[in-house]
């Protein structure tokens, strides 16, 4: 009883048994992933008690934050509880004001945390890990195997208490700034704005193949489009895309529509890798 009335008195909705249903509704949610929204679909299911303890008064915005949380995403499993917990914290204390602060900051966010989950937790320990369990099994120790697994559960459970790290300082930072929730939506989506810019020209990989002499002199078509502007083309193709599935194209359809052209482009020598 206690407890629920600290819960109220600090201004939130959910208590530690919601957020720990969310956690591990987590383990399986970030197992599933699609092409068209990544882990989005499997996300909604992973939050939606909490969503709707959060709406529980409110079925048009549960359904417009159901509706948000559908958008594209997609991050290294082990870090995705940081961002999942802090944005159900702001959801919480801003409700559908909070929406697009909501969505920026996933945006901003996925990229720049599955760096470093993927170079980490996915390279780094598996390979010197794996190494040594190696080495030592060659000479009959079982050691480093034993090791391995320990870390590997470590890190498994490790999740947890980011899940928890992260809504806590999801909590914190809005309650600091309860006052200026706008400012924060606007500072998150410049950061989300900028880092979906970094992202587009160094990932995309579109240039021309075409060369153009004139007069001994011989300069390549990307040469001339990175005088105007480098990146100009990724950034076209990624405008042209998003434009397209803004017109209810499917994403397959895409997929396959770029690597067709991608495969005459190169055939005919019009593009390269």
Known sequence: MSKEKNTIQEGRVLNKKDIWRAM????????TY????GFAATLVWELFPALSKIYKDDPDGLQASIDNQFKF?????WMSPI????????????KTKSLQAVQDLKTALMGPFSGIGDALIWVLFPTVLGAIAASMGKHGNSIGMWIYFAVYVLFFFLRSF??????ESGATLMTSMSDK????????????????GAIVPSTVNF????????AGVSLTGQQILD??????????????LYWMLKKGRKMTTLILMVIVIAMIGAALGIFKA
Do not use: W
């Open 24 to 31: 591990r509704r987590h383990y399986l949610a970030i197992s």
């Open 34 to 37: 699609n092409y068209d929204s």
């Open 73 to 77: 995403y997609n991050c290294n499993p």
């Open 83 to 94: 961002i999942t917990g802090a944005t159900l914290a702001v959801e919480e204390k801003g």
């Open 162 to 167: 980011l899940y928890k790290v992260g809504y």
């Open 181 to 196: 929730l706008s400012a924060l939506t606007d500072a998150v989506s410049v950061l989300g704005i900028a880092v979906i």
């Open 207 to 214: 240039k021309l193949a075409l060369k153009f002499s004139q």
């Open 227 to 240: 005088q105007i502007m480098p990146g100009l083309l990724p950034v076209l193709l990624t405008g042209l």
